[in-house]
């Protein structure tokens, strides 16, 4: 499975020169506890966090943000970007085609992709992901007799 298949595509992101109160406001009202932050020309050039807005000082977004981003592609293997997040302790990747965002994958996209599968309703085949497959890889059934199925907790 590729980032492209779970990333969050609308992306809220924040403009280098915006005061620490507007990324505070956005993160409150987004119910989001990081932003992307762009330049003039949409381009990534820092992320700014929680821990950001609380723990240093400064009157403008840049002045505080994480320089150092990682990052990954649409075609980053989704056990890769599981690896990037435990390994280096972050909470985020953005997703970048040409420098510019296209997604991004947090924790919390990792943990609906792990909760959700798809159960083939002809043969009980259970495939796991955000989108229903194409065709049952047992049966040959289309999409169309997928049912979506949450894993209960502790399966």
Request: charged letters at 25%; proline letters at 5%.
């Amino acid at each position: 499975m590729k980032a492209r298949e779970i990333m969050t595509r609308n992306v809220i992101s924040v403009q280098e020169d915006s005061s620490i109160e507007d990324a505070a406001r956005t993160m409150s009202r987004q119910r989001i506890s990081g932003l992307p932050v762009v330049n003039a020309n949409g381009a990534l050039v820092g992320l700014v966090t929680e821990h950001d807005l609380i723990a240093k000082s400064g009157r403008t977004v840049s002045e505080i943000m994480s320089r150092g981003v990682i990052t990954v592609t649409a075609d980053t293997e989704v056990e890769q970007i599981t690896h990037l997040l435990t390994n280096q302790r972050i909470r985020r990747v953005p997703v970048l085609q040409d420098g510019k965002i296209v997604g991004i994958v947090s924790r919390s996209d990792l943990i609906r992709q792990i909760a959700m599968r798809w159960v083939c309703d002809r043969c009980g085949e259970i495939v796991r992901g955000s989108d229903a497959p194409e065709q049952c890889p047992r049966c040959g059934a289309p999409a169309s007799a997928f049912v979506h199925d949450v894993v209960p907790p502790g399966m």
